[in-house]
């Protein structure tokens, strides 16, 4: 890595150079003989030598005794706060040290030193040179941010553990039981471990990361056992995927002074001691953090989260003395958060003192700072608390989650503020009003900011208000009009052959080839709403449009089936061209809600406030509960009502439902929260392709700082909120690599030439999402298998109790099952998965997707087995050749309907909330679309397969797999094949989601 501080000196800037002199080969050298009778010298080395009898420190042991042992002199909480004021100040940095100290002093002297390596004259080699103070010149700084990275230091570090080329992995330490001293044999030479441990511990410097994991290394570093020793590996496996990561110091426009402290009640397993955290910022710098076990036990979870608020206080106040020495005192309150209610009425409460008594000290301690107004203690939700990765291991989702959040970037680092986005729950305003006076803060009045986070807006275009707009109340017209398309595309997809073959006399071949066009053509249409959505109308605009289309086409559909039949003299009847117009008219429309309304329903939660948050979350559910509630009446109701009711009354129903969908949705639009159109995606990415073509020989730098992004909050891209710069994909870096040319130029506004980073984020984005969508393809054939389930059933007994049960009618039960799981994952789904998994929402969307992936493989298997049953059964009464229906019940059918519906539940809900949560801002609807066509190329792969497979397996007149007669055939093993192919596909999976690299917004 180069240094991204280079050292100007005058002989490499061609300033100045001093002559080179010749060596006088005479010496004045005193021999050691004559220094060993000086009595002075001889009464030093006699004490030195006394004092290594005495402490037993003759022989020094390297990587223990010197090199490596890390014993700090000074906090380095100092260090990275004079740091951050002087970049604040923009003061000079000077280097003083023992080596270098000369230097800067004034010396009379004539002082001589060997030719500095990368300077020496090729042409005078054995000169020396003269006046060496004059050639060094002082360290220039040329930027306004400092990077600590100790990358060096780290990667020798590995070089010396052995560990240079080992697998890197994502957290420090697992979620596992914390270790005991108990645990495992003794290592036979601690000797290693101690070394490494050390110097693990100034590697805390600039990866907080791993201080948690360090702080358990050192509790054993008197009787180390075999899984401390791979904890220490663990760490330096972490360590190696992070080498390119450290602390960025930049200039900071707040003064403020804020805590997060957490703890881990009764953590060690031998003492039962808790485990206390805090990390520190000054602004928005992250400055100071601290991993240690306490020094008593606690006897509740309240008092061992107060003792930690205690250490974070203390440091606190030590910090303001130091700025109050340095000369920048601070005239506003430290705000200290803290996730435990108990603990914080413990600040201010002087009525909990009575039962408090044994934390007496910690109690008044606090509680003076707060009477004085130096510290409010103000709570925070546990999501939003950092000191947690501190205090415990994490999940690997959940510790990137708080990485990514409280110190970026590289990531841990500078601008914690802004992607903390604390403003989700302590507000800028309510803050300003915390930090004003320097008096005590008891009564001081707070309200909500007035404005959401996320940048959306009102229907005037103005800022729109948290309180009065979006949310469910919002979200009920979006989800009502959901259900009323739902409603009417599934009461006519689900019939459509019916109504083609009955009314309009087609062919069953012409009638089932043109409803697979038709529906084919929805799904091929919604990129084409998401372009509008994205790039010029906006989600609101584009759903009104597509809804009036679609209600339109519905109307054309319901005069077809009124309309005269074919008349001979006319080339297309008006019944025909009727119905072919509504029906495309309808997929026209459909392409423009189906990607938008799941976005612009999502929109109504600001991102930006823990609890809209998780409502969103919730919202997904509720969204696919309402599609499959629509699929639910109209294949159940509306089917009947077609097939007794007549045609018109079948079409015109739906079509009445859209319309009272239409005035539903546009009902609440002074409600509504909008995003603003970013212009056309397409451009933007062909523009970071071409930009970056054409700087195929430009050098990224390796400070992402000094990429071009466009300066204050606001992107580039309307709509759009910043996007941080990810190591990776570092060719379309170049885009944004602002050279030479640029800057004589002028031209920083041509984007053919020169991107933001923002603009390169987005491509990085599409690029790294694209192979988790893709392996949607694979999961979307378990559903297109539906139809050979119905084959299935069909050869199998569907008589239950006197009545008889058509065979296509157990998709029911995969639709009940969708509406039972769906409102019901939030509130015992998600607690289930939470306390495996440690995360708060139980799943994130890629766990979520798996999880889905593998009960569609299990309903493949069940599917299959069935029919192994059903064959063998087959077989023991001789129906084998004869194509009847075999003695074995349908109901056996229902598990694998059921589990489909299941993985419904988990991975498309999933893949919509994956398309939304990770897609660049002014590119959900987009990202949305893909995820629809995946559903599309899934049927069309089932398609292909089978007439492959029926083509190879029927080679030399054998019957095939699945021939007219299947009982004949080996319908389970093309079930078997889907199985595999879904394990292939999850494998798949994992691997892609476990290399994803998440969205970073700045």
Known sequence: MKDPFPTFVRARSMLLREEMQQANAASNAVSTALVAQDPNWRSAMADEHQALLDNNTWSLRPGIDYDETFSPVVK???????????????????????????????????????????????????????????????????VDVLFLSQRQYAMDLLQRAGMSDCHPVATPVDTQAKLSSSDGDLLADATEYRSLAGALQYLTLTRPGISYAVQQICLHMHAPCSPHLALVKRVLRYVRDIL??????????????????????AGCPDSRRST????????????????????????????????????????????????????????????VYCDNVSAIYMS??????????????????????????????????????????????????????????SQHPSPWGSRAKRNRRMDSFVTEAEKDRLLLPLLPLHGIPSSPDPCTGDGSVDFKGAPASREHSGKWRACCSILGGEFC?????????????????????????????????????????????????????????????????????????????????????????????????????????????????????????????????????????????????GFFFASTIMVWIQDNCGWALGFGIPTIFLAVGIAGFLSCTRVYRYQKPGGSALTRTCQVAVAAIRKLHVDVPVDSHLLYETPGKESAIAGSRKLMHTTGLTFLDRAATVTTCDKTSGDLLNHWRLCTVTQVEELKILVRMLPVLATAIIFNTAEASFPLFVEQGSVMDNRISGFSVPPASLMTFNCVCILMLAPAYNKFLMPMASRITGMKRGLSELHRIGVGMFFAMISLVLAASVEMVRLNVARSIGLSHRNVVVPMSILWQVPQYFFVGVAKVFSVVGFIQFAYEQSPDAMRSMCQACSLIMVTLGSYLVSIMLKIIGSATSIGGKHGWIPENLNEGHLDRFFWFMAGLQFLNLLVFVYCSARYRRKLPN
């Open 276 to 335: 206390s955290a805090y990390c520190v910022y000054y602004g928005d710098i992250l400055i100071s953090w601290s991993s240690r076990r306490q020094t008593t036990v606690s006897r509740s979870n309240a008092d061992a989260k107060y003792r930690a608020v205690a250490h974070a206080v203390a440091e606190c106040c030590w910090i303001r003395q130091v700025l109050q020495e340095l000369h920048r005192p601070l005239c506003s309150a430290t705000l």
């Open 76 to 142: 380095s909480a100092t260090i990275q706060l004079v740091l951050t004021i002087d970049i604040s100040s923009s003061w000079p940095i000077r280097q003083l040290d023992v080596k270098n100290a000369f230097l800067n002093g004034n010396l009379d002297e004539v002082v001589y030193c060997q030719q500095p390596p990368g300077f020496v004259d090729e042409a005078r080699p054995d000169h020396i040179l003269d006046h060496f103070t004059s050639f060094w010149a002082l360290l220039t700084r040329n």
């Open 348 to 405: 201010s409460n002087p009525v909990q003192y009575r039962r408090t008594k044994h934390i007496e000290i910690d109690i008044h301690f606090v509680r003076e700072k707060v009477s004085l107004g130096e510290v409010r203690v103000l709570h925070v939700p546990s999501s939003l608390l950092f000191a947690d990765v501190m205090t415990k291991g994490l999940s690997t989702q959940l510790f990137l989650d708080f990485r990514q959040q």
């Open 485 to 629: 398309g739902a409603l009417a595309y599934y009461a006519v997809g689900t019939n459509l052959v019916s109504y083609l073959t009955k009314v309009q006399h087609q062919s069953n071949v012409e009638a089932a080839s043109r409803n697979i066009s038709w529906q084919g053509t929805c799904y091929l249409a919604s990129p084409l709403g998401a372009f509008l959505a994205d790039s010029y109308w906006g989600r609101h605009r584009t759903i009104v449009v597509s809804l009036s289309i679609f209600t339109l086409g519905m109307a054309f559909l319901t005069l077809s089936a009124e309309a005269p039949e074919g008349i001979s003299s006319v080339a297309i009847s008006p019944q025909d061209a009727l119905s072919s117009v509504g029906l495309y008219m309808a997929a026209l429309g459909l392409g423009g809600i189906w990607p938008c309304v799941p976005t612009f329903g999502a929109d109504q939660f600001d991102d930006t406030d823990a609890a809209e948050k998780a409502q969103k979350e919730l919202y997904y559910n509720w969204y696919y509960f309402a599609v499959n509630g």
């Open 244 to 265: 390119e990561f450290g602390l960025h110091l930049r200039a900071s426009s707040s003064t403020t002074l804020t805590a997060y402290s957490d703890a881990d009640w």
